[in-house]
């Protein structure tokens, strides 16, 4: 008896507790799904593009407005996020952000400032795509309006994954991981003609890869078609052939304290027009160009710790050093055209 | 004491051993030795399931106070028991701590510390009260609830993993401190203390709770190295919430974090309740008490003052259970029996 009546004390003590200080209601959210940074005059202006919750029901016409974009001008994202926070009736909920695109000026300048808050954010997920927009976040995300998704969010979702061709894609734990173990990353470049009354899907183009290193966009690169056939399954274009590879690349390095020998053996399938030879020219160029420009491009920091059993002995290494003068070489063994 | 199962009661002590392991344990890891974490863990386990053993033979089935007052004598036996009791409440008051702020850090953002300790001060109370028998069988079915919330986890991060992660193999290459590395395990030390009131289960009680424990303690710590490069992995507090956080494997299985606020409350309300329990239990045995129950609202009220007074300030928890478990224990049992093997021979001469 006595340990019933103790049970049914716990249970209206939990009915207590269910009125919860955290208590927020669906309404009460301005669901965030994309913050657009940049510079103005001293400070960052931050542009938190919200969704429309009211435009995805079934009376919507599909033709409206599926989010809206508020401005906030301030030091960092906190006091951005705690000013716009006094200024609607709606709590700033950054659960389905979706991406962060940051101006070039900022993305020079260093992003990892604004990365810090996101990652502590216990509500924002390590998958949370991250890019470098070449004309005005601002604008970019104000004039965005993408008639075949209703819901935007899936448009940052898939714009940056689902092609066809390989695109650069950077998430924010990436990016915090290459941040804290020194290595570089790549984050695609947006652009937009930002010029129209409204930017539609085939308005803005992901073409160029910026590269990241300590946080900070260091170089920009136009054609990454030989990044995008190490990286990833998808086939890419170079001069005019197409190439898919067909197993994973092989790497072998060869390490000392002063010098680094990279080798990279690519099985491919191609079309008729492939130039082998030039290819691998091209590409050994590329690699050697873009270590300079501290493109880590194979991953060479990561890679080589096969190669050690102590910590300590690897950061006995200047790998800032090695990968700027580092001597590739590039194979290609074409196994099959492609049909 | 009443009489308890041995399968229940294993239940009780892994429920105990991944409670840490759901807060802060791989991270000590990680801290100590970097890509080498896993080989930590498993040396840690190594090293207990050595030092219980040899506890344990020299245990027999005689009670942890009869081995007190042999060892120590009739007033050193209220000192170890006091001291015993003190590191018990320390103990809980530790665990009280890291779950209130884990729980304020991702779930109940807004809600005040107090608010968070309260809870769990009320619920360590309540299960104290009902007893050892209601605490074991409450393990029994969160024990492999937890246990398969933590694989789902697992799994959903598979994708994450990159065998890249767990090289230089051997890490910082240094074991900083013995104690760091057992102290997840340390609360297995409490098992000596019930230890003839569990029927079955045979000789070694240790070995069950202890292997079970340790496979879910080192396969996390493998998943976390594998999933989160060095020194990235030093910088998060919680490196399972990191591992559920990263789960994006299909439509259906992505947003697992919601998943570690349920393992927190489960092993945060067994750990805590059992540890005020142990604490009570203690007080009674040392001091001679008539009834443990009289003791519960003093002890639950000093963890919760203590909690809200300290706050973070009580890391020390850990290395002292850990030096009590696997230093003390272990040395007390050895000259028990050295005492014991002296009588025999002076009574056989």
């Not at chain 1, 984050?187 to 946080?215: C, F, H, L, Y």
């Not at chain 2, 974490?37 to 942890?64: E, M, P, Q, Y």
Request: proline fraction near 2%.
């Amino acid at each position: 008896m006595q340990k019933i009546s103790l049970i049914l004390i716990v249970c209206v003590i939990c009915t207590l507790f269910s009125g919860c200080y955290d208590n927020e209601e669906i309404d009460t959210l301005a669901t965030v799904m994309a913050v657009g940074i940049e510079k103005q005059d001293k400070q960052k202006l931050y542009t938190f593009y919200i969704s429309d919750a009211g435009s995805f029901s079934s009376e919507s016409t599909g033709d409206g407005a599926k989010a809206k974009c508020f401005v906030q001008k301030a030091d960092d994202v906190e006091t951005a996020t705690q000013q716009l926070n006094k200024k609607i009736s709606k709590k700033l909920d950054f659960s389905h952000l979706s991406s962060i695109i940051f101006s070039e000026e900022i993305s020079k300048a260093g992003m990892n400032s604004d990365i810090v808050f996101f990652e502590k954010y216990a509500s924002v997920r390590p998958q949370t795509l991250l890019a470098i927009s070449s004309v005005s976040p601002t604008q970019y995300l104000e004039k965005l309006n993408p008639s075949l998704e209703v819901n935007p969010e899936k448009y940052f979702q898939k714009v940056f994954t689902d092609t066809e061709k390989y695109v650069t894609n950077l998430r924010l734990c990436d990016f915090t991981n290459a941040y804290y173990t020194n290595t570089t990353c790549l984050a695609p470049v947006i652009s937009a003609d930002i010029g129209r009354d409204k930017i539609e899907e085939t308005d803005s183009n992901i073409s160029q890869s910026a590269v990241i290193w300590k946080g900070k966009n260091v170089a920009t690169l136009d054609n990454n078609w030989f990044l995008g056939l190490m990286l990833s399954d998808k086939s890419v274009d170079y001069n005019g052939a197409e190439i898919e590879r067909t197993k994973k690349p092989k790497f072998d390095f060869k390490l000392s304290k002063s010098n680094l020998k990279v080798s990279i053996n690519l099985k491919v399938k191609t079309d008729d027009g492939f130039d082998k030879k030039s290819a691998e020219k091209d590409a050994e160029n590329f690699l050697t160009e873009s270590a300079r420009n501290m493109l880590d491009a194979v991953n060479v920091r990561k890679a080589v710790k096969r190669l050690f059993l102590l910590q300590k002995k690897y950061e006995e290494y200047n790998f800032d050093e090695l990968i700027k003068n580092a001597k590739f070489n590039v194979k290609f063994s074409v196994v099959s055209e492609r049909s | 004491m009443t009489n308890i199962n041995a399968r229940e009661t294993h239940w009780l002590f892994v429920m105990l051993i991944l409670s840490r392991i759901t807060l802060d344990a791989v991270s000590v890891f990680v801290k100590n030795s970097g890509t080498a974490a896993v080989i930590n863990s498993a040396f840690g386990f190594l090293i207990a399931f050595a030092l219980l053993f040899v506890t344990d033979r020299c245990f027999k089935r005689s009670s942890f106070d009869d081995v007190a007052r042999d060892v120590y004598g009739k007033f050193g036996q209220k000192i170890f028991g006091f001291v015993f009791f003190c590191i018990t409440l320390l103990n809980s008051v530790r665990r009280i701590t890291m779950f209130s702020d884990a729980i304020g850090d991702f779930v109940l953002t807004a809600s005040p510390y107090a608010f968070i300790l309260i809870i769990f001060a009320v619920c360590a109370f309540v299960t104290a009260l009902l007893g050892i028998e209601a605490l074991v069988r409450i393990s029994y079915i969160t024990g492999g609830v937890t246990v398969l919330l933590i694989g789902i986890i697992m799994a959903s991060s598979l994708v994450e993993v990159d065998i890249t992660n767990i090289y230089p193999v051997l890490g910082k290459g240094r074991i900083s401190n013995v104690f760091d590395m057992l102290y997840v395990y340390s609360d297995i030390v409490y098992l000596y203390y019930i230890k003839n009131s569990i029927s079955g289960g045979g000789n070694r009680t240790f070995v069950n709770p202890l292997v079970k424990s340790a496979v879910v303690v080192s396969l996390v710590t493998l998943f976390y190295t594998l999933c989160v490069p060095y020194p990235v992995s030093e910088k998060f507090s919680y490196p399972i919430y990191r591992l559920a956080s990263l789960s994006n494997t299909t439509v259906l299985i992505q947003r697992l974090d919601g998943i570690v606020f349920l393992i927190w409350i489960f092993s945060g309300f067994v750990s805590v309740g059992s540890l005020v329990y142990f604490a009570s239990q203690i007080f009674k045995d040392t001091f001679c008490l008539k009834d443990r129950k009289g003791t519960l609202p003093i002890i639950a009220f000093l963890v919760f003052v203590i909690a809200l007074i300290g706050g973070g300030k009580w890391n020390c928890a850990d290395g002292i259970i850990s030096a009590f478990a696997f230093g003390v224990l272990p040395a007390t049992a050895i000259i028990f029996k050295y005492k014991n093997r002296r009588k025999k021979c002076k009574k056989s001469l």
